[in-house]
C-alpha cells in the first residue's frame, strides 16, 4: 500500500523529468493554407454520433475525430502495421472496429499489410488477427453481416507497386492467397471462398443492405483479367456467380462497387481500363446501374475521371437517403443526383479520391491523397478536416538546418516539398508535385534544394526558401529516373552537387549540370547516391536492378559491387557512408528474406551483415551515432526504429513514443544531440540522443530514458522480471529496499 | 491592377496564341482584380478569342464545371447553378485570406479546324479534320486579410483535376521578378506531354514559347510583375481511322507582385 503510493507520486514527479526524452512529433499536421494532410485510404463514420469518423491513413494507421475532424487521435501507433486500407464498424455495435492493412491502392508507396485489427472499445485497444491469413497483401475491404456480427467478409489483394508487388517488399506471403475470405467468428479465423470466384484480386465487396444474403463482390486485378467482373452471391456468399448482362465483355481494370441503402437492389458500378506494366491505361471504362440486383445492368458516363491511374483511384458511394444519388471517385470526384443520367465535379480541395462516407448527420465525408474533407451539401461546397492528422507520407531526402533546430526541408507524396521554419505543426508548401529528395546547403543557409518527379525537375532557392528557380540545366530530360531522383550538395565542398538520372551529374558553383558517368544501368537508374564525408572522391549509388556501385574519383567511373541490393523503386537512403572512413559504408536492405544491414570497410569489395537479432523486417535507411565506441548504429525499419550499441550483435526496438511506422529517413545530429526520423504516413518525429556512456536510468537498455525504464524498474523491484545484467539493487548497497527506489529516481529524474 | 489593364489581357493572349489559326482559339478567365481583400466581390468574366480578335462572350450557360478553391476550402457549382448571362458576374466573395483558385471547365465542343491549324502538330499530312475541343480556363486570385497582409496559402499549387489544366509547381502569386515559374500540363488528368506553352505579360506584351517534356512538365522566367497568362494546348491525332483529332486548350492567369511582396 505503502509502496503503491510511493509508485503513484514517482510517476507524477517523473513525468516531468522524462517528458524530454520521448519523442517529439514535428508535423506536418497540416500543411499550412491548404490544410492537406496525407493520404487516407478509408473512412466510416459513426451510425449514430454524428462527430465521430474513424479513418485509416495509408500509411498512417487509424485515427478517430469525436469532433467532426477538428482534431484526430492516432489509434494503433503500437500496432505492426501502419499501412491500412480498409474500416468497417460492426453495424449492430458501433464499438467494434475492424481496420484490414495493407492498403489496396496498387501504387509503390502503398504497402503490404499485417492482417486485421479488431478493437472492441472505439479504437482504444486492438487485437491483431490474421495476420498468417493475410500477411504480405492488402485487405481491400471488409463488410459485416448485420445478421450476426461475428460473420465478417474480406476482399483480399496482392501488394500493388511497378514493378507488380514492389510495395509487398519481398514479404515471404506476398504471393499468397487473394480473393475473398470469410470469418465466422469475428475474424480470428478464416477461410477463402472459392465456389464461383476466381482467384484474383478482389478490389471491392457489398453486402446488399435490403437483403444481406445478396452479395457483390468485384474482382480487378489491375493489370486485367478474363475473369474480372462483378460477381453475385444469392447464399450469404458460400457460391458466386459472374453477372454479365449490360457490363463489358472485354477485359477490364480495378472495379468499385456501391449499394443504395434506401432502395432495394440498386448498385452501381465504376470500373476502370486495364493498367499497363507501367501504369498507364488505367482511364476510366464506364459506370455502370443496376436496379434489379445486378441481373442486368445499365452503362452510365461518370466522365473521364481517373485520369490513366484508375487502378489507384477507384471508388462509388451511395447517398444513404438518396438511392438516385450516386458518388464516383478518381482524380475528380462527381455526383449524378439522377441515378446516374447525369453527372456534375463536385471534386473537393485535393484530387484523388479513395473513399466516401456520410455522417450521422448527413454531411458527406471524403478521404483523399491530401487527408479528410467534408461537404454539408453533398459536395457543392467542402472544407477541409485535417487539423491534427499527422498522415503525411514523407520521401527519402529530408534537410535539417545546421544551426536551427525548428527548421526543415521535406519532400511527400502528392503533397509537394514542405518548410518547417518555426516550432509548430504547421509547415509551409514551397514546391508542388510529388516533393522528393531535398538539400539544405551548410555553409550558406539561404541555400536550399526541391525537386519533383521526373528528370532535371531541381529547384533552388537562394534566398531561405521564399522562392526557387529551376536547377537543372544541363539535365538530359530523356535520361531514365527512379520519379523522385537522389542529388547531393558535396559534404566536403559545398560548392558541388551531384544529380542522379541513370548517370550521374555535376555541378560546380552553381553552373549546369553536366554528366560525369556512363549509365550505371541498362534498363533502370539510380536510386540512392551518398558522397563520403571523409572523403569526396569516393561515391556509393544505387540502381534500381538491385546493383551497388562505388566510385573513387567523385563519380566520373564506377565498379558494381553488389547486386543483390533488393530494395523499393523509388528514391532512398539506403546506402550510408561512414562519417569518417571512406572505404566504409552502410548499406539498409529494404526487402524481406535479405540481409537487412550490411558494412564495407573496403569500398563494397567485401560485406559483412549486421543484423545480429534484427526481426526480419524491411530496414530503409541506416544512420550512426559517431560519437560512440563502438558506432551506434540505427535502423529505420518498416514498422519503427532499432538500435545496437554493440556494433550490430544484438538490436533493440526504440520506445518512448515514436509510432510504429515505417521510417524513410534518418539523421543523427550531434550538433543537436538529436535524432532525427522521417516516415512515411506518419510525418516527422525527433528525440534526444541518449548518451554514449551506459546509463544506468537506461533500466531497459533501449537507447532511451523514458517510462518504459520506470515500469521495468518497478516491475524489477517488485520482484518481477529484470533485465539481463540489472537488479533492484540499484544503489548496490546489498539490499533491495526503498533507497533502491530513491537512487533510481535520482538517476532518471537527471536523465541518466 | 484597373479593369483595363485586364481587358489588355485577352489582346495580348490572342496575339500570343499557339494555335491562332485555329478556329475560335483562346479564351481567358478574367478577374476583376487579381489581388483582393477578404469580403470584396471579385468580378469574372469571360473572353473568348477569333482570328478576327478578342470577342466577349456571355458568361457560358452550361460549363462542365465551374469552381473556386481557396484555404482547403471548395465551392462547386453545377450547370444549373451557373450564372445567367452577363458579361461581368459577381461571381464570389471570399470570406478569408489565401489564394483563390478559379476554375471553369467549359462544355466539350466539336470544331472543324482547317489543315494548316492541325499541321502544326503532326509531322502526317492533314486535311481539314473534326477535332473535340476541351478547354478549361483558371485564374488565380490572392486574397489578403482585411488589414491588408498576405497568409501563405498553397491552393496555387494544387492539382485542380480539370480537363485541361495548367498547374503551377510553385505559387505564382508569390513569386518575385526573375523567378522561374514550372508548371505541369495535363489533359484529362495525366501529364500532356509535348505540350505547347506561351506565356504573355499583359502590359508590356513580352510573350515566352516553350514546350513541354514527356511527361507535360514545362518552366519559363517571369520577368517582371504584372499580370501574367499562360496558355497551353496538346493536340492529339485520331486514335482510330475516322475518328475525331483531340484538342486539350487550358488558360491560366495570375499576377505576379513586385519585388517586395513577393516574399512569403
Known amino acids: ?752 | 491592377m484597373t479593369h483595363t489593364t485586364v481587358l489588355l489581357a485577352a489582346a495580348v493572349l490572342h496575339q500570343a496564341s499557339v494555335y491562332s489559326s485555329a478556329p475560335n482559339a483562346g479564351a481567358l478567365l478574367r478577374a476583376s482584380d487579381f489581388s483582393v481583400r477578404a469580403g470584396q466581390h471579385v468580378h469574372l468574366s469571360f473572353k473568348q478569342q477569333t482570328p478576327t480578335g478578342p470577342v466577349s462572350l456571355a458568361w457560358p450557360h452550361d460549363p462542365a464545371w465551374f469552381f473556386v478553391r481557396l484555404a482547403g476550402t471548395q465551392h462547386n457549382r453545377s450547370a444549373e447553378q451557373a450564372p445567367p448571362s452577363s458579361p461581368h458576374r459577381s461571381i464570389f466573395t471570399p470570406t478569408g485570406p489565401g489564394v483563390a483558385m478559379i476554375g471553369l471547365d467549359l462544355a466539350a465542343a466539336e470544331e472543324w479546324w482547317p489543315a494548316d491549324a492541325l499541321a502544326k502538330y503532326t509531322t502526317q499530312a492533314v486535311s481539314p479534320a473534326r477535332v473535340r475541343v476541351l478547354r478549361s480556363l483558371t485564374a488565380l486570385v490572392r486574397v489578403l486579410r482585411e488589414d491588408g497582409a498576405a497568409v501563405q496559402d498553397h491552393t496555387a499549387t494544387s492539382k485542380s483535376g480539370q480537363q485541361a489544366e495548367i498547374r503551377p509547381l510553385m505559387d505564382p502569386t508569390t513569386i518575385p521578378p526573375g523567378g522561374d515559374l514550372p508548371v505541369r500540363v495535363y489533359t484529362l488528368g495525366a501529364g500532356a506531354g509535348g505540350a505547347r506553352l506561351v506565356a504573355s505579360h499583359v502590359e508590356s506584351g513580352e510573350r515566352f514559347e516553350f514546350a513541354a517534356d514527356s511527361k507535360g512538365i514545362a518552366s519559363f522566367t517571369i520577368t517582371r510583375p504584372g499580370v501574367w497568362a499562360i496558355e497551353s494546348i496538346c493536340v492529339e491525332p485520331p486514335r482510330e481511322p475516322g475518328g475525331d483529332w483531340t484538342a486539350a486548350i487550358a488558360t491560366l492567369s495570375f499576377e505576379v507582385p513586385a519585388e517586395e511582396g513577393a516574399r512569403r
Not at chain 1, 169 to 192: E, M, T
Not at chain 1, 267 to 277: G, M
Request: glycine share 12%; net charge negative.
Open chain 1, 1 to 752: 500500500m505503502i509502496r503503491n503510493a510511493v509508485r503513484l507520486a514517482c510517476v507524477f514527479t517523473m513525468a516531468s523529468a522524462a517528458a524530454g526524452q520521448t519523442w517529439t512529433h514535428l508535423g506536418p499536421a497540416p500543411i499550412g493554407g491548404s490544410l492537406d494532410a496525407g493520404r487516407v485510404s478509408a473512412v466510416v463514420c459513426h451510425p449514430t454520433l454524428a462527430d465521430r469518423y474513424f479513418v485509416a491513413g495509408a500509411d498512417g494507421g487509424v485515427w478517430r475525430t469525436d469532433d467532426g475532424g477538428a482534431s484526430w487521435t492516432p489509434l494503433t501507433s503500437h500496432m505492426p502495421a501502419s499501412a491500412v486500407g480498409a474500416l468497417v464498424l460492426d453495424p449492430n455495435n458501433p464499438d467494434i472496429v475492424f481496420a484490414g492493412t495493407g492498403e489496396a491502392n496498387f501504387a509503390n508507396h502503398s504497402r503490404y499489410g499485417l492482417g486485421i485489427y479488431r478493437s472492441t472499445d472505439a479504437g482504444q485497444t486492438w487485437t491483431h488477427l490474421a495476420e498468417q491469413d493475410f500477411a504480405g497483401r492488402c485487405i481491400s475491404r471488409l463488410v459485416i453481416d448485420p445478421r450476426d456480427s461475428s460473420r465478417v467478409f474480406a476482399g483480399v489483394t496482392w501488394a500493388g507497386g511497378f514493378p507488380a508487388k514492389a510495395a509487398a517488399k519481398r514479404h515471404p506471403q506476398a504471393d499468397g492467397p487473394v480473393g475473398l475470405f470469410r470469418s465466422d467468428d469475428a475474424g480470428v479465423s478464416w477461410s477463402r471462398i472459392t465456389t464461383g470466384l476466381p482467384e484474383l484480386c478482389l478490389t471491392d465487396l457489398v453486402i446488399d443492405p435490403s437483403d444481406p444474403s445478396r452479395m457483390f463482390a468485384a474482382v480487378g486485378r489491375i493489370f486485367g483479367d478474363p475473369a474480372n467482373g462483378i460477381y453475385r452471391s444469392t447464399d450469404s456468399g458460400q457460391t458466386w456467380t459472374k453477372l454479365t448482362v449490360g457490363l463489358p465483355t472485354g477485359t477490364v481494370g480495378r472495379i468499385a462497387l456501391a449499394a443504395s441503402p434506401s432502395r432495394s437492389g440498386r448498385l452501381f458500378a465504376l470500373v476502370t481500363n486495364p493498367a499497363t506494366s507501367t501504369g498507364d491505361g488505367a482511364s476510366t471504362l464506364a459506370g455502370y446501374r443496376t436496379d434489379n440486383g445486378g441481373d442486368s445492368w445499365t452503362a452510365i458516363n461518370p466522365g473521364s475521371i481517373q485520369a490513366t491511374y484508375g487502378w489507384y483511384l477507384c471508388v462509388v458511394g451511395v447517398n444513404p437517403t438518396n438511392p438516385d444519388m450516386v458518388l464516383m471517385g478518381g482524380l475528380s470526384l462527381v455526383r449524378s443526383s439522377n441515378a446516374g443520367s447525369s453527372f456534375t465535379n463536385v471534386t473537393p480541395p485535393h484530387v484523388d479520391l479513395h473513399a466516401i462516407a456520410w455522417d450521422a448527420a448527413g454531411r458527406l465525408v471524403v478521404g483523399d491523397d491530401g487527408g479528410v474533407h467534408r461537404s454539408t451539401n453533398n459536395g457543392t461546397s467542402w472544407e477541409s478536416r485535417n487539423n491534427g492528422l499527422g498522415t503525411i507520407q514523407f520521401y527519402a531526402g529530408v534537410s535539417t538546418h545546421p544551426t536551427d533546430p525548428n527548421r526543415f526541408l521535406g519532400g511527400t507524396q502528392d503533397n509537394g516539398s514542405n518548410l518547417r521554419s518555426s516550432n509548430s505543426l504547421v509547415w509551409t508548401r514551397v514546391t508542388g508535385g510529388d516533393g522528393g529528395w531535398t538539400q539544405w546547403n551548410r555553409a550558406n543557409t539561404q541555400l536550399l534544394f526541391t525537386e519533383f518527379q521526373g528528370t532535371g525537375n531541381i529547384f533552388r532557392s537562394t534566398n531561405g526558401g521564399a522562392s526557387f528557380n529551376s536547377f537543372g540545366s544541363g539535365i538530359n530530360s530523356g535520361d531514365r529516373n527512379c520519379f523522385l531522383p537522389p542529388f547531393l550538395i558535396d559534404p566536403n565542398d559545398p560548392t558541388k552537387m551531384l544529380y542522379a538520372t541513370n548517370r550521374v551529374y555535376r555541378s560546380v558553383n552553381g553552373g549546369s549540370w553536366s554528366a560525369i558517368s556512363p549509365s550505371l544501368s541498362a534498363t533502370g537508374a539510380i536510386r540512392a547516391l551518398a558522397i563520403s564525408p571523409a572523403d569526396s572522391s569516393t561515391v556509393y549509388a544505387v540502381t534500381n536492378d538491385h546493383r551497388v556501385h562505388v566510385s573513387t574519383d567523385g563519380g566520373a567511373s564506377f565498379t558494381t559491387r553488389l547486386t543483390d541490393a533488393f530494395g523499393w523503386p523509388r528514391v532512398t537512403r539506403e546506402i550510408r557512408p561512414d562519417d569518417s572512413d571512406p572505404a566504409t559504408a552502410y548499406l539498409a536492405g529494404a526487402t524481406f528474406g535479405s540481409p537487412k544491414i550490411r558494412r564495407t570497410r573496403d569500398r563494397g569489395l567485401t560485406w559483412s551483415t549486421l543484423d545480429g537479432n534484427l526481426p526480419d523486417l524491411p530496414v530503409n535507411v541506416v544512420a550512426t551515432d559517431p560519437r560512440c565506441t563502438p558506432t551506434t548504429l540505427y535502423a529505420g525499419t518498416d514498422a519503427g526504429l532499432y538500435v545496437s550499441t554493440d556494433d550490430g550483435l544484438s538490436w533493440r526496438r526504440v520506445e518512448g513514443g515514436l509510432p510504429n511506422a515505417c521510417i524513410i529517413d534518418l539523421h543523427v545530429e550531434t550538433n543537436f544531440s538529436r535524432i532525427v526520423v522521417a516516415t512515411q504516413g506518419r510525418g516527422l518525429w525527433s528525440a534526444p540522443l541518449p548518451d554514449c556512456v551506459p546509463c544506468r536510468a537506461d533500466f531497459n537498455a533501449d537507447g532511451f530514458v523514458d517510462f518504459f525504464d520506470f515500469d521495468q524498474f518497478i516491475l524489477c523491484f517488485e520482484g518481477g522480471d529484470c533485465p539481463p545484467g540489472t537488479s533492484a539493487d540499484f544503489d548496490a548497497d546489498g539490499f533491495i529496499d526503498f533507497f533502491d527506489l530513491d537512487a533510481f529516481i535520482a538517476a532518471f529524474e537527471q536523465g541518466c
